[in-house]
């Protein structure tokens, strides 16, 4: 038996089972993530069903089924949310289920999308204009609503028309029609209706502004920001990681000094992103871009224009960062271009400039690539270093409108990964901001696995282009 356990060992059987086991266990983890992230984020846009419970004491509570569990002293419970925040300043609320006496799901339940205050559930009452009452009753309202709700969603928008609504226990609240966004009887709903809502509020999170504190709303200025600070970081580290490493393995004399660069290179790999940003936010927002001030904008100053944190900032920060990735990538595509394509190349009468950008370079590309498709992924989840160099909560204008230049490289920006770290642990009310972090997530991923696969289709492209042949 101790043999045969030496001769496992030494055959190498035992590290290969182990490293499988180990690769299979990461990627199960990985994949319970993936589907946590996917059921949380793609069930937040579900109009799932209103209840309606009735207790012992007399209450009744409506809102949306949001989980159970056994409370620590052993009674089954379950989650409920109860939206109306401004009337119960609360969004969820644990109910015990012995003090239940009925769960009901009415069809006149009404579930209403507010610009401020979350969501409102409970019943219609009354329509008003100028305190003139138009309509009276739950299904009197409903029919009068739709054209009045599309008036309120245009330029159209009328301040005078208001509804009264009343919460389970019959309290009642006015909701003035222009803050509200939809009103939907989620009981009533059939399941071609619920899919085409769905629809539709993934398009509006993905198109809107966010509201409510980042907790509600959409998060299109963080997908635009994030892909367009992705875009320009590319663009300026690219040239720069090829230039080094082009130097450093096709023109340097190897020796002492190349090594110590080559080590010093591979040692800002892993320097921490947030040192990144404290020099990015001291040569580049402080230095680089108080001279800017001072020579093309001194009729602005006190105010900054470049001497603050803006995406132009955080983009050349984030190149800082992944350069050395690019410079590590390229080398090793310029490493594996055969030395007999540089010297047919020099025999047939080429200079060694031209070898290199019309024979090397094109070989190495598809290396180029994995580089920089490595560095976008890096760039597209930092947030550290933005948090110093230009990304904010909120940023009323987008870094590209149609005001001249049209490119505000100067103009601060929002992120998905700042967006996830503000809502998901500086909102004033983080139950309710759960489900967008789950959201936030969910396309961040999206972003960051559509830009690798747009860089991985292209990388494969230049490998079938510049194969053997095409030298």
């Not at 089954?76 to 109860?82: G, T, Y």
Request: glycine share 10%; net charge neutral.
């Amino acid at each position: 038996m101790k043999r045969w356990f030496h001769q496992f060992l030494g055959s190498g059987e035992f590290f290969i089972w182990s490293c499988g086991a180990g690769l299979s266990l990461s990627l199960l983890m990985i994949g319970g993530l993936l589907v946590l992230i996917l059921i949380n984020g793609f069930g937040y846009f579900w109009p799932a069903d209103l209840v309606e419970l009735t207790l012992k004491d007399g209450t009744h509570v409506i809102g949306h089924l949001a989980g159970e569990e056994v409370s620590p002293k052993g009674i089954p419970r379950i989650r409920v949310k109860i939206g109306n925040r401004d009337l119960y300043g609360l969004d969820y609320r644990w109910i015990n289920t012995d003090q239940i006496i009925k769960q009901t799901t009415p069809s006149d339940l009404i579930m209403v999308e507010r610009r401020e205050w979350g969501d409102f559930y409970g019943r219609l009452r009354t329509l008003l204009k100028d305190d003139q009452v138009l309509s009276e009753g739950t299904d009197a309202v409903w029919q009068a609503l739709p054209p009045l709700l599309r008036h309120a969603q245009s330029s159209e928008a009328d301040s005078a028309y208001t509804v009264l609504a009343v919460d389970a226990n019959g309290r009642e609240k006015s909701l003035a029609l222009d803050q509200v966004m939809q009103v939907l009887r989620p009981n009533d709903l059939s399941t071609f209706e619920k899919v085409w809502i769905y629809a539709g509020n993934v398009w509006m999170v993905l198109t809107t502004e966010p509201r409510e504190a980042n907790t509600e709303g959409g998060i299109f200025p963080a997908i635009f920001g994030t892909v367009m600070m992705v875009i320009i970081m590319s663009i300026l580290v690219t040239p720069f990681g090829i230039i080094g490493a082009l130097y450093l393995r096709e023109y340097a004399r190897q020796g002492i000094i190349v090594r110590t660069v080559r080590i010093a290179v591979n040692n800002l790999a892993g320097v921490p992103s947030i040192v990144f940003g404290v020099f990015g936010l001291g040569f580049f927002v402080y230095g680089v871009g108080g001279v800017l001030d001072a020579l093309w904008f001194a009729d602005r100053l006190p105010t900054p224009t470049f001497g603050t944190g803006g995406i132009l900032w955080a983009s050349l920060t984030l190149a800082l960062l992944t350069v050395p990735v690019v410079i590590v990538a390229t080398e090793e595509g310029l490493a594996a271009v055969p030395r007999e394509y540089r010297e047919g190349s020099i025999g047939l009468g080429a200079t060694k400039w031209e070898t290199m950008w019309k024979v090397v370079l094109p070989s190495a590309l598809p290396g180029i690539l994995t580089g920089l498709i490595l560095a976008m992924a890096r760039a597209a989840g930092e947030v550290a270093p933005l948090m110093l160099t230009g990304v904010v909560k909120l940023a009323p204008a987008l870094p590209i409108d149609g005001t001249w230049p049209f490119l505000h490289l100067d103009r601060k920006f929002m992120h998905l990964g700042f967006h996830i770290y503000d809502v998901g642990f500086q909102s004033p009310n983080v139950e309710a901001a759960k489900p967008m972090v789950y959201v936030t997530t969910l396309v961040l991923i999206l972003v960051v696995v559509t830009l690798n696969l747009t860089g991985i289709v292209l990388r494969n492209r230049m490998r079938r282009k510049y194969a053997g042949s095409a030298v």
